[in-house]
């Protein structure tokens, strides 16, 4: 399915310069299949792509295997082959993020190490980025995954889709191909702690859409635990939505009026029959623990609007890199 709302121009790269693709690759412990991945991208490349030149870049979030040094002999070998190694794990958006903005070639591809995002898809990509579209996104048609996992993400996007004030896609995970001048607005944007998925549908521009099923992960097992996803759903919901502060706000005024009718009613009542009604501690008990309750959530929940305004405020980088390789020129970053 392609998205065609709107006209669109055919990127173009300056007369007798051949167009760049930069695949980014982020990296955490991945020593078990991070070479078949840099080979099947290198083999699609070659034989399917061959009027274009590529980068691969991996980006190593603090590994503790072998894939940087696995990656070093890769890059001694191939030039095409760039890394950059962070001084310490950064989470599982913001690496990826920032290694998106380091690369240099005339479109961007972000493809994992597991190789759930088959390269394969790269000639389609790069097809409809010929037609014109700066921005081809891939969709997760179906997948291996937990039952509670499955229904999670269900109820996650419907969430997102009913609240977010900017329309989600769904089943995108940041798999597709951007053009560079969206990427130069993403870094204009200068996003602390990045949703790509959000990003991506805030920009707007024309989009062609790619659907794949997700093979399963052929090396290893994922990193990313129940907290890593759910702190991910947080971040996209407070990122793009004030519906969960209005609704915080209408269940306030709802308990407050609901416990003045309450009260009053209770008060009648005892004024009416002060010897045979007794009071109780246990409903007074339970109000209290209800109230508290909801106060609790309600700190919670504001405190996550404040801890992202903190991060905005303080301005600190996406990540510190520690080391770099096979970068011969700073990047350039002029539209394309």
Request: proline share 6%; glycine share 6%.
């Amino acid at each position: 399915m392609t998205d065609t709302t709107a006209s669109h121009s055919a990127p173009r790269a300056p007369a007798g310069r051949r167009k760049t693709v930069s695949i980014m690759t982020p990296c955490y412990n991945e020593e078990e299949g991070i070479t078949e991945c840099y080979a099947r991208v290198r083999e699609v490349m070659e034989t399917q792509l061959p009027d274009y030149d590529f980068e691969h870049l991996f980006i190593d979030n603090c590994s503790e295997d072998r894939t940087v040094e696995i990656l070093k002999g890769i890059a001694a070998e191939d030039r095409r082959v760039k890394i950059i190694v962070n001084a310490r794990n950064f989470g599982l958006s913001r690496s990826p993020y920032h290694g998106m903005l380091e690369a240099t070639g005339d479109c961007v591809v972000p493809i994992v190490a597991d190789l759930q995002t088959p390269p394969e898809l790269l000639p389609k990509f790069v097809a409809h980025w010929e037609e014109g579209y700066p921005m081809v996104i891939a969709v997760r048609t179906g997948m291996e995954e937990d039952i509670f996992l499955r229904f999670a993400r269900k109820v996650f996007y419907g969430l997102m889709a009913r609240l977010s004030q900017v329309q989600q896609i769904r089943n995108f995970i940041g798999f597709g191909l951007f053009d560079r001048k969206v990427v130069n607005i993403l870094r204009d944007l200068q996003e602390p702690d990045p949703y790509v998925r959000g990003l991506v549908s805030e920009i707007g521009f024309d989009k062609a859409f790619v659907e794949y099923h997700q093979p399963p992960r052929k090396h290893g097992k994922s990193r990313h635990s129940f907290f890593d996803l759910l702190e991910l759903s947080m971040l996209a919901l407070t990122a793009y939505s004030k519906a969960p502060l209005r609704l915080l706000m209408i269940a306030g005024v709802i308990l407050a009026s609901l416990s003045l009718f309450v009260g009053f009613i209770y008060l009648i009542l005892k004024l009416a029959f002060w010897n045979s009604f007794p009071v109780g501690t246990a409903p007074l008990l339970l109000a209290t623990l209800f109230f508290a309750a909801v106060q609790l959530l309600a700190l919670g929940l504001i405190g996550e609007y404040i801890g992202l305004i903190l991060r905005y405020a303080r301005r600190f980088p996406l990540v510190i890199e520690k080391e770099r390789v096979n970068f011969d020129a700073p990047p350039d970053r002029s539209d394309a």
